[in-house]
């Protein structure tokens, strides 16, 4: 197999050559390298002043992860008390645990309240009136609404509310006896605008100046997640973003505003690899489908979503378009099209990378097919 250049380093490479080759593992399973984790929870935040790092564990959740993160002393943000449990086991401090969600369930809550979790985000009154009968008095941030536009997982119709009526539920959470102390956006995740966060801050920054008018004065601005990875196409490093996010948060914010960034895709995501088995090879019509043990279903979900991967086989045969499909009997289990490869063998190895973020954490058993291991390299 050859190493496709611009996703990951020769020796991260030979590690996961080494590890098919050496090990007792059936496919398919994920490949996560750990030195490419720890990069990446070292660089995240190093570009912007005044920033803590909060990584969104549904990204990736997988035990050994958490782990390596949490001995490398990021924070957590998290939404249910399963991700609060998987902390807890690990003893990580309520300090370094937030909640974005802004809607909780009450078991959450009670769960998150009991651990000492302060910070919540909200964007409605009746989360108000949950969080002030649940966790009286816990910090709160409202969730703005900011363009999604050119995000390939907009996350901005389900969450999030426009400039008055957040101003108005602030105001709405001091009288209830909660602690309004900042805002937070998600400019959508794998965002490849730069300039979604330009727009994000200066709205955040408008919103920010009118609270401290009517006597609320903030002091957390929560810029969220969004930074994006290599599956197929380049996109801006995360050094370019920073220095943008920080210009701007520079022009429009003063020194002592603490940030916080929660990014999950960008730590996780092209650490992954997932190694999965060529199971089948058919006709339909004119199209030549390659049926591959990993699919919509036990990992690869967001494919349906759009996100397109980039698979490397061992075949030196000419290459040739293939529509890619999962194991299950499924007709939404197709994973791509017009994916040009070299012919490979049945029960020859595809590894798909860039596939470390929102794939197992999607994954199901459905059809019976087990949710495949998560192995930390
Ligand atoms: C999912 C999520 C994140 C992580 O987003 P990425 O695009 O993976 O970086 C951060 N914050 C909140 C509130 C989220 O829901």
Known sequence: MELPSGFISKETWNKVLNYIALSDESPPYLLMDSQMVADKVSLIGKGIRNSKVFYAVKANPDISVIKLMHSLGTGFEIASEGELALLSTLNVPPEKIITSNPVKTFRFLEHAVDYGVSYYAFDSIAEVDKLAKYAPG????????????????????????????????????KDKGLDPVGITFHVGSQCNNVYNWNTAIDKARELWESLSQKGISLKILNIGGGYPIRYT??????????????????QKFSDDVEVFIEPGRAVVGDAGIFVSTVIGKTKRGDENWLHIDVGVFNGLMESIGGI???????????????????????????????????EPELGNRILILSSGAYTISYASEFNGFSIPKTILI
């Open 138 to 173: 816990c910090k709160v941030y409202i969730r703005l609404t900011v363009p999604n536009e050119g995000s390939e997982w907009p996350l901005s119709k389900k969450f999030g509310v426009e400039m008055e009526e957040a101003e108005q539920l602030l105001i709405y959470a």
């Open 233 to 250: 196409k380049n996109v801006a490093d995360i050094e370019t973003i920073e220095k943008k996010i920080n210009k701007a948060l520079k």
């Open 308 to 342: 397109k991967y980039t698979y490397v086989v061992g075949s030196r045969n000419d290459p040739m378009k293939w529509t890619i499909s999962g194991p299950s009997c499924d007709s939404f289990d197709v994973i791509d099209k017009d994916v040009l490869l070299p």
